[in-house]
């Protein structure tokens, strides 16, 4: 396969703003001069520790050391090739790429034709909708108040009740039936037949955070549809339900703009819609699955959810459905640091019907009357209950306690405590009692089993494993003068290097480090060819040896304390300044020394005191400059 030209890899990675890549994916916001914070895609974290540098197109998680460019971003979060990914940003901006020996652009694979695939089949479906066929479709959406500009910017389509309608017009496309089962577009019968899987069917396009289509759900329409009532792409490489949220990417700015910062989530395709049509333009779905902790995940990066200040806002049939689904939700409050609530329509509408009888104002009221998670499942734990009775409260009490208890702030547990002691007319130290009784049943089975995990084999049972190389990071390093200064020496010049004087950051990098580890980053950015080329500091990361690579990373994505970019290199060139001064200083000490044990008249003692004069000489320039 042709491999792209190299000077068009660092053109595309030149051109493409890391910061716009990332942004697809996680809530950024400024941490300092030229650099952005939010929370990692690559683990799960409650305050953000991943930091981006458009400047120099990088990113590290200093929480679990991840790091790389923006190709290394792409082919991580979206397990594509290095090829895919430069391909994937160059046909973003627009750029033609050339291939090595003049040969033509490879056939894409894998991943990319999955996606390729969805594509095509979206804008299939999309251009069925105004068939004449498609009559029952249209007719399904404007009795629910959806019109054609509606359907077209949900990218609504139809699929034709023909068994291979689809199939036909992909193959036509160059697409293979292999491809097309992958992507879960087509099934196969037991004798290898190949046939559409959704036929006579509305269609709503799945898409990814950043847009792309990954997948279908298909609302069936005719009576004798044996099918599901909806129907949904199966799992495939690229798509994967329970971490996809239908409308993500069509509300993820508006979530990660606003003041509080605010989402929410409905149970179908149609309330998305009705939703976002009444102005609600953070609403947001699952797909065929229950809400679960790979969604919080992934809405946590898009809320930049670090801070309490957010809000998750469920709607529920008032229905029992949708009261254990709000159940389910709440064994996932835990993981969100955002403000959780539960919106119910006092008569049990959802959002698609409550706008269809009384407008987008009553959609937006909705919210209106939303009620703290806690709250609302301890209402539904003690409404079993007859509160009439003596028993009836104890047993009240003993199914809502534990709910009271998970509540991890103990000023907000106290709270709930005396919510819980006045809807059940008990005393608050009785249900707190029961509530301090709860929690330490849950301590106390959590500790068994982190016993169990943590049993360790017997000696000899386990084959003999070399402990791996322990790496260096930032918070390992000794706190000293002479540690601080390095540190923000090498931090400095990875950002700032290509605005110093050359000779000046030269004489500074070609001084030892007194600190072992920071040595070995120096050596590596002393030994860089060009710090003017864009990407630079990035090369000279990836040559520092093990197991001084991740704290070389950390050095480039850290904060560099100053104003703005040019008091930085203002600072950077005093710092370059004062590692001379320190080398100047050191070895004026050890010449006064030898002066003291050379004899006077000597030779030896002469030129001692020469360089003596030079060294003060040197001191005297650097400070003037200073």
């Not at 990692?40 to 197109?57: L, M, T, Y």
């Not at 689904?325 to 064994?331: D, K, N, S, T």
């Not at 006092?346 to 939303?370: E, M, N, S, T």
């Not at 008990?426 to 707190?432: F, G, K």
Request: glycine residues 10%.
């Amino acid at each position: 396969m042709p491999r792209i030209r190299q000077a068009d890899v660092e053109e595309v990675k030149a051109r493409t703003n890391i910061a716009d890549v990332v942004g697809e994916r996680v809530a950024l916001r400024s941490a300092g001069i030229g650099s952005l914070k939010g929370l990692c895609p690559f683990h799960d974290e409650k305050s953000p520790s991943f930091h981006v540098r458009p400047q120099v197109g990088y990113y590290h998680c200093f929480g679990c050391g991840e790091s790389g460019d923006v190709y290394t971003f792409l082919r991580e979060m979206d397990h594509v090739t290095f090829t895919e990914a430069v391909e994937r940003l160059a046909g973003k901006i627009g750029y033609t790429l050339h291939y090595e020996d003049g040969g033509p652009a490879p056939e894409t694979s894998g991943r990319s034709r999955l996606f390729a695939a969805n594509s095509a089949a979206a804008e299939f479906f999309r251009a069925q909708l105004v068939s004449p066929e498609a009559e029952p479709a249209r007719r399904f959406l404007g009795e629910r108040g959806f019109d054609a500009g509606a359907a077209a910017h949900f990218g609504v389509g139809y699929a034709p009740k023909g068994w291979d309608a689809m199939l036909k017009a992909l193959t036509a496309q160059g697409f293979t039936r292999e491809e097309l089962t992958t992507a879960g577009l087509v099934s196969t019968n037991q004798r290898g037949g190949v046939y559409d899987r959704f036929r006579g069917r509305l269609v709503w396009p799945i898409r990814d955070v950043t847009g792309q289509t990954i997948g279908f759900g298909a609302r069936k329409l005719y009576e004798d549809d044996q099918g599901p009532k909806y129907l949904n792409t199966p799992e495939t490489p690229i798509y994967k339900k329970a971490q996809v949220l239908y409308g993500l990417d069509l509300a993820k700015r508006d979530i990660s703009r606003g003041d509080p910062k605010r989402v929410v989530v409905v149970e179908g395709y149609t309330d998305v819609m009705a939703c976002h049509l009444a102005g609600i333009t953070t609403a947001i779905a699952t797909c065929g699955t229950a809400f679960g902790s790979e969604h919080v995940t992934v809405l946590r990066r898009v809320m930049g959810d670090d801070s309490a200040s957010g809000e998750v806002v469920f709607t529920f049939d008032g229905d029992e459905a949708g009261q254990k689904a709000a159940i389910r939700a709440f064994a996932e409050d835990g993981r969100f640091n955002a403000q959780t609530y539960v919106a119910v329509a006092p008569d049990g509408l959802d959002p698609c019907d409550l706008r269809l009888q009384r407008g987008d104002g009553a959609v937006r009221g909705l919210l209106d009357h939303r009620v703290p998670m806690f709250e609302f499942v301890i209402d539904r734990r003690i409404g079993g209950f007859d509160l009439s009775s003596v028993e009836g409260r104890i047993g009240a009490l003993r199914s809502a306690a534990p709910i009271v208890a998970a509540i991890r702030d103990r000023m907000v547990r106290a709270g709930y405590e005396r919510v819980l002691a006045r809807k059940l007319g008990m005393e608050p130290r009785d249900v707190h009692g029961a509530v301090e009784q709860a929690a330490r049943k849950a301590g106390d089975a959590g500790a068994k089993t982190a016993t169990r995990s943590e049993a360790r084999p017997m000696p000899g049972s386990e084959p003999a494993v070399q402990a791996p190389l322990q790496r260096v990071t930032l918070t390992s390093l000794p706190r000293s003068t002479d540690v601080a200064l390095e540190r923000d020496a090498l931090t400095g010049i990875l950002l700032y290097g290509h605005r110093i004087d050359p000779a000046l950051l030269a004489r500074a990098l070609g001084l030892p480090f007194r600190t072992t580890a920071l040595e070995a980053v120096r050596a590596a950015v002393a030994a860089a060819a060009d710090r003017t080329r864009p990407g630079w500091a990035m090369s000279a990361v990836e040559t520092v040896r093990e197991p001084y690579r991740q704290l070389a990373g950390e050095l480039l994505a850290r904060d560099f304390p100053a104003r703005d970019d040019d008091h930085a290199v203002a600072s950077v060139k005093d710092i370059c300044r004062r590692l001379i001064l320190r080398s100047l200083d050191q070895e004026k000490t050890e010449l006064l020394g030898a002066v003291q044990r050379a004899a006077p008249t000597s030779d030896e003692g002469r030129t001692l005191r020469v360089r003596l004069r030079e060294l003060d000489g040197e001191r005297r320039a650097l400070i003037d400059v200073e």
